[in-house]
């Protein structure tokens, strides 16, 4: 690339005249002077032009006279960028040098408060092909014959003309420009409530073989189909995104025959007066005219309210199979939450290759829905929330279906797990995206993708990767052509670009975001390539753990992609993993491995011992135990006893004909068989209170002639008085207590003594369902509960060495 200098345009002159041999000498002075005081202040304006083969540029264009009047040889593709110093008009016979003649692309761009442009000013390019006439804000005239010089006009962009009205531009295209394919009038009269497509514009853009129309970003846009029909019947790629259609009523019936040609339809962003779509969550028979648009490339990117979530939950039945279906449809921004979607009936749905549910926020998506699109190439759920079922086994096979699946990006979707075989079925595979989730573990199974180039992890959680993983890079290689490349080129990966830059632009591509391409270094050479893999931005460990993953990363040919950034934790610092770390790391992990050879030893020691002495312990903690059941049975059954019982039954009298018919009965047997005895060993109120005496008096005493209470607590209990009472009493009176409750009881009004016995201790749940009792454990298991707790009270009476406590020991809650 070059500046074109004062010298290189006086030498552009000089040559010009000089090949004419038809002039006398006189006047080839007298034209060489005159066009020298011309050209001087024009080269030495504030102005830069940039020559670089067929492609020349001039920025900064502050003045008329900083407008390039000779072309340097060769140049076909002009772009001129202004400033906000250009007033009122552009200037005419600007391109009239014949150097402009094989000028086919022209740009003028950002000649902000340029106001109008005059009928001579694109005199000259005959052979102009491309015009862009762009972000001039202040323009709002173009002449009608603007265009009379310039016949072979095919591609034609007004773009962020805001206050450029759309009736102008009609004037200035009626009976001109009759190959004219792509008009884009993005952002055009921006300033009004509203764009109407009227008759003139309609009229305007008949007879000419206009394919792509793009008229987004505008207010409110009115049609009629009446009068647009014949404009669209040979439209393929039409946009207007970001806009809000309205239309007469009955044109939703229209739609099908006014875009029965489009390959490219865009609605991303667009809000509709009436919107023919189904997010319903029924069966619902199709024919091919219910069936919506479906151009070959659909974008309905956010054309659902976003605070409106979508359950899309349906079952189609087609009824033929002669509808036309999307080869790419986006999805994206539609606050799909759910996505289970079946097509029924007399065919599947071949034809899409790329579908689009990016941004949706989705929870789940069904293996039914994906398996409709057996032919799907590239899907992308990033920007979802897949991780709410990652847990399911549907998630396993999600993608069983795709077998020509070749990209899925799942990028952002706070996964934490990716099951082994969740590509198993995918041969095809050439892209996995599994960056900026949130995975700990990775480990899937890659020897069914022969054609793998790219798996991207980068920014998860991971500490390292399994050996089982890595070891598989051995057998996955790039496919190479026979033809070696020696030289590095940037390959995209992820999306494909249509053929033609003018058609659509650098907007339309297989994915909806060109910033978010996937792009790696491909070195194509003579030996075969790795597979690469992208583990930038994880939480990587160095230590005696991850020696192994550290060995596979810095000593094998697995190709990662900036490997020299790759990093990891050594301590409590973060260190680039370089052989030198490596070793360190391998020499602490040596030195660390002999010690505890030796700490090992010391322990095995040291744990023996240990044992032995638990051991001795413990046989001789068993026969103080059983020493002490002995002892509790003789003062059960002696004669002169202190405890007359071993359990105080407590409960309300509300509940007394459940305890009578199923608890008093089971309980009193299994103890008799504990102690060998037929005498009964659990007191209750309703037989051991002495009538006329105090109840508290009562509850006193058969509390300390017993050892263990066991209240059983209902609903009616928790509301009794008395029967909380009682529990308190076991309390102060250390007792242990025993708890049998009913099950499903609200213990949130319990008082404080019983909400902590529960909150303590473990405990009998039992239900009475119409008659039939249950009660777990068993009274077998809750016997042993009572008797162990019965010895335990009894020693805590044997050390205390009092006799039965006084009665005028308070209550204490």
């Not at 047997?669 to 037989?687: H, I, P, Q, S, W």
Request: net charge negative.
């Amino acid at each position: 690339m070059a500046v074109v200098s004062k010298g290189e345009h006086l030498s552009l002159i000089s040559n010009a005249i000089q090949t004419s041999d038809r002039l006398a000498k006189e006047q080839i002075l007298i034209i060489y002077i005159s066009i020298l005081v011309s050209v001087i202040p024009i080269t030495e304006a504030s102005s830069t032009c940039t020559v670089n083969g067929i492609y020349y540029l001039c920025n900064n264009i502050t003045s008329k006279t900083d407008f390039p009047l000779v072309l340097p040889t060769n140049v076909q593709n002009v772009k001129l960028m202004g400033t906000n110093k250009l007033e009122q008009s552009f200037p005419d016979a600007l391109f009239n040098h014949p150097t402009w003649a094989n000028v086919s692309e022209l740009s003028i761009l950002a000649f902000t408060k340029a106001d109008h442009i005059g009928s001579g000013f694109l005199n000259g390019l005959k052979e102009l092909k491309y015009l862009s006439i762009s972000s001039c804000t202040d323009l709002n005239l173009i002449h009608p014959d603007i265009f009379h010089s310039t016949p072979n006009i095919e591609a034609l962009y007004l773009d962020g003309n805001s206050k450029l009205k759309i009736y102008i531009v009609a004037a200035a295209l009626i009976n001109k420009l009759s190959n004219l394919k792509y008009l884009s009038l993005i952002g055009i009269q921006a300033s009004e409530e509203h764009v109407v497509l009227e008759q003139n514009f309609s009229k305007a853009l008949q007879k000419k073989n206009l394919t792509y129309l793009d008229i987004s970003g505008v207010n409110i846009i009115y049609v009629n189909h009446v009068i647009v029909q014949d404009l669209f019947a040979n439209l393929k790629y039409f946009n207007f995104s970001y806009s809000k259609i309205v239309s007469p009523r009955g044109m939703n019936d229209h739609y099908n025959s006014l875009f029965k040609n489009i390959e490219l339809l865009d609605l991303t962003g667009t809000q509709y007066s009436r919107l023919k779509f189904y997010p319903i969550k029924e069966e619902q028979r199709i024919s091919v005219s219910d069936f919506p648009i479906a151009p070959e490339y659909f974008f309905a990117q956010g054309i659902f309210r976003p605070d409106y979530p979508i359950m899309w939950n349906a079952r189609y039945i087609f009824e033929t199979c002669d509808f036309k279906f999307p080869k790419m449809l986006d999805l994206s921004k539609n606050s799909i939450t759910l996505f289970n979607i079946t097509f029924l009936g007399a065919c599947r749905v071949h034809e899409l290759q790329t579908l689009n549910l990016a941004s949706n926020n989705m929870e789940y998506i069904s293996l039914n829905s994906l398996s409709n699109f057996p032919s799907m190439k590239i899907l992308d759920l990033s920007k979802n929330l897949l991780n709410k079922m990652q847990d399911m086994d549907e998630f396993s096979y999600i993608f069983s279906q795709n077998k020509d699946l070749e990209i899925i990006v799942l990028h952002n979707n706070h996964l934490t797990v990716v099951p082994s075989k969740l590509f198993a079925s995918n041969k095809k595979l050439r892209l996995i995206d599994l960056s900026e989730n949130e995975l700990t573990y990775f480990d899937i199974d890659l020897h069914n993708t022969a054609d793998l180039k790219l798996i991207n992890l980068r920014n998860n959680w991971l500490k390292s990767l399994p050996a089982t993983f890595l070891e598989q890079f051995d057998l996955l290689f790039w496919k190479q052509d026979t033809a070696c490349n020696q030289s590095t080129t940037t390959t995209n990966v992820l999306f494909k670009q249509f053929q033609d830059r003018h058609i659509i632009g650098n907007r339309y591509r297989y994915g909806y975001n060109e910033n978010e391409d996937v792009q790696f270094e491909e070195s194509h050479s003579c030996i075969q390539q790795h597979v690469m893999i992208n583990i930038l931005e994880n939480q990587f460990v160095c230590d005696c753990d991850t020696l192994v993953f550290m060995e596979r990363i810095l000593f094998t040919d697995i190709g990662i992609g900036n490997r020299t950034e790759l990093s990891c934790k050594y301590g409590n610092n973060e260190k680039l993993l370089t052989n030198d770390l490596y070793q360190m790391v391998k020499e602490n992990c040596n030195l660390a491995s002999m010690i505890g050879i030796g700490v090992a030893s010391s322990l095995a020691i040291m744990l023996s011992i240990f044992t032995c002495a638990i051991t001795i312990h413990l046989r001789r903690k068993s026969a103080h135990r059983n020493q002490d059941l002995e002892n509790l049975k003789k003062e059960i059954l002696q004669e002169n006893r202190d405890f007359k019982f071993v359990v105080f039954l407590s409960y309300c009298s509300q509940d007394s004909q459940i305890v009578d018919e199923n608890i008093l009965p089971s309980l009193n047997m299994y103890l008799r068989e504990k102690f060998n005895t037929e005498r009964d060993l659990v007191c209750t109120g309703a037989d051991s209170f002495v009538p006329g005496m105090l109840i508290i008096e009562e509850i006193h005493r058969c509390i300390n002639e017993s050892l263990v209470v066991v209240p059983v607590i209902t609903p009616a209990f928790l509301q009794s008085h008395w029967s909380q009472k009682e529990c308190v009493t076991a309390v102060n009176r250390h007792r242990q207590v025993v708890i049998l409750m009913k099950q499903h009881t609200d213990t949130s009004r319990a008082s404080f003594t019983i909400e902590n016995l529960i909150g303590q201790y473990t405990r009998g749940i039992w239900s009475d369902n119409e008659g039939h009792f249950v009660i777990r454990p068993s009274w077998n298991t809750i016997c042993e509960g009572i008797i162990r707790g019965a010895s335990e009270s009894f020693q805590h009476h044997r050390r205390q060495n009092v006799g039965t406590p006084t009665d005028e020991i308070p209550l204490v809650e």
